[in-house]
């Protein structure tokens, strides 16, 4: 039945040409797999791991692919933001909800807080404040002021996916919860920033907006939250109520004179129709299917879906993990957790891949120089952006902590500081979503704004990638 | 970082339009929640399993979105064989691969082949000239020679996704072997047929072409299965001289003095250099991309990349598997079943909800008993096309076997006779791709062959789940 396979690929839309695109997902699924390997292989050496490896090997293939197409494109698979947030962000931050250590999360849940909303407030005026009085000089002139404010959120965005894999909860808890839960309420914030950005008018702002967005802000996490905490709560019910793990080998009578009656049936027949109830199956299935839909309904009200979703991770950890079979329960933990982990790979592999993306960077080769002094630019920024929150932010949270174990120190705040430095594809996402039309541009300033972001992304996560192999499960 | 979703998706091409795209993805997965829930609470009843409920929700729905949209569209998603064949049915055939029992499997080796080799070959003639005896007499003009034979592949093929759902491969080892190692050789010929049918002369058919034929067949038979063993026993070779679960707790000394030299860690912090070397996700990870690229492999050489995948299956299960952790093996067992049991779930909520594809009931309309003759002539020919192969061949196979135990009594052949009856996605697959573009046609007998095709799905799809809820795996 497969002959047609090509053709029904090309019909339908979804992939460009016929058997293209089969050599191109071939070609993907199998660095993926090389990625783990050689990721587990250079897993001795300081420099590498698998978001590493996988960023070196998209690096390679795309330099090859752009040899052997002649200098015309360096990638199998477009940047699509659509690929990135409905089917690889849900896993990724589903499975750090799931695994989170709760009591660490919510002991510290004020100073997350305050790191993730106001923190990333300050941010992102220090960065889109100091691109526009750096750019302005350097004559980069056709960028608007909501260029520059998006520069300021695309900056400021922590990327949660990248940090997960620097920190380890289990040696550093206190560091872990920090700085990966100013990631997802940075998205909160984020979300509520590039509203403002588009729809308000920034021109006049006064106190009315400024309260409308603090509202916003309130209503988005909240509503958020509430979702994610439902959605896993009623996961809990359901598999608690049926007791699916429970309904083994039941024998219907009526069924098993059926089947007398109809194939005169003799006794090795007999358990045939006998009702395994395969419990497990049904129990990983509903918990996948209703964290999704927990997602989805998010995106479908126009919520923070990353904040639902790790919340129902939280939930679903707490609850509903604990009402199933020994074998969901093993299941669960090990299949998110390797959904997360692929998940991850291929977004560090499509990123090297679209690194080298030959259309922009043609656009801005006639001056290298300026590519690079904006990149230094932007992560000088980056840096102060950070510094200006992470060390007043966490003396005022001192303040409020009786026990020293809380106490954030100066070391600590140093680790904070810096493991939030990550860009990752969160940022990618967004400069495409900024500064193209459907991946595409010609103007120059825009392609530059694109080459520099994968500047700081490249930069800022080999730079933080100093040995940072961790594990999310231990076996 | 969410608000540009749904212009995201928009502009991505793969979803239609925006908020409408979400909101029918959200309906889609409660639904998928609602027929495990559902499928699981009406299991005591003897008519109905998941994949029934499946149908008969995915019916409903329909009705309500035929309502709503004022008679125009009964759909969240309109079928198509990209998803099917791409996402769906590749987990399906493995999971079938990786839990069937190997041992009766080979022991009937020959019997199977025998049964979708020459069985399907005869089913197939028996169908084409049926239906081409009664349509002409039908006054069905339109259709072409190349239709009817397209005709005879489709319902020639049985549906091994509704197949495993009926019989217990515990219970029943022999008849499940049958049944199902039929279904997957069977997938084989209809290439083979499919193919011929496209590019040979079939009016001047003699014996150089049947030798070609024959020929065509004997190589995707067994390069399909060469490539699926090969990929099978890599990723056990891989995985055995990776030693990814030995590999814990492994302190590197130069990066632990690097940690000091770097950030002046206290005792502390050592751990969190610590190597975890989280190796279930990576075997689960690896396992499920190697039998993912062996399926797209097959599609890359125009393969059977069903009888590819479903050798992976059989060699993973048999040395990739025992080669992992103990956590791993729970983790492979019950995720590779659970995504086959939310493949099949929804394939058959999509073709239930497809059932009702307006267009088409609408094209037909003007002559119902029409509709009714063809699909009862259809069914009449699918009995009698099996029952063609099955009793001769059981024959032909019993005089081959010494022990009574391998014979295939009366009883075993009507059984398998009526297990294959069942026709599902895969031909609705096969019925849209011949006669319809892009899912649309206009053509009356076109439109006439696809609600056939569709009244043929459902009743053979209910009158076989008489209670046949079985597991494939048990708790």
Known sequence: MMIEISSLLAKSGILASDHTSVVSMNLFVALLCACIVIGHLLEESRWMNESITALAIGLCTGVVILLTSGWKSSHLLVFSEDLFFIYLLPPIIFNAGFQVKKKQFFRNFMTIMMFGAVGTLISFIIVSLGAMHFFKKMN?????????????????????????????????????????????????????????????????????????????????FISSTVLGVLAGLLSAYIIKKLYFGRLVYKLNADELSLCFLFMKLDGDYINFYLNYGHSTDR???????????????????????????????????????????????????????????????????????????????????????KSAVVSSILLGLILLGRAAFVFPLSFLSNLTKKSPYDKVDLKQQVTVWWAGLMRGAVSMALAYNQFTSKGHTQLRDNALMITSTITVVLFSTVVRHHKPLQSRTQD
């Not at 989805?296 to 639902?308: G, K, N, V």
């Not at 499509?350 to 993306?357: C, E, N, Q, S």
Request: hydrophobic share 50%; net charge negative.
């Open 140 to 220: 980069i002139g056709t960028l608007t002021i909501g260029d520059y404010l998006a520069i300021g959120a695309i900056f400021s965005a922590t990327d949660s996916v990248c940090t997960l894999q620097v920190l380890n909860q289990d040696e550093t808890p206190l560091l872990y919860s920090l700085v990966f839960g100013e990631g997802v309420v940075n998205d909160a914030t984020s979300v509520v920033l590039f509203n403002a950005i588009q729809s308000f008018d920034l021109s006049h702002l006064n106190s009315g907006v400024a309260l409308q967005l603090v509202g916003n802000f309130m209503y988005l």
């Open 283 to 369: 129990e990983v299935a509903l918990m996948m299917l209703m964290a999704y839909l927990s997602y989805m309904l998010a995106e479908l009200f126009y919520l923070s879906a990353i904040l639902t979703v790790f919340f129902c991770g939280i939930v679903m950890s707490h609850y509903t993990w604990h009402n199933v079979t020994e074998s969901s329960r093993v299941t669960t933990k090990h299949a998110f957790a390797t959904l997360s982990f692929v998940a991850e790979i291929f977004i560090f592999l499509y990123v090297g891949m679209d690194a080298l993306d030959i259309e922009k960077w043609r656009v801005v080769s006639d001056s290298p120089g």
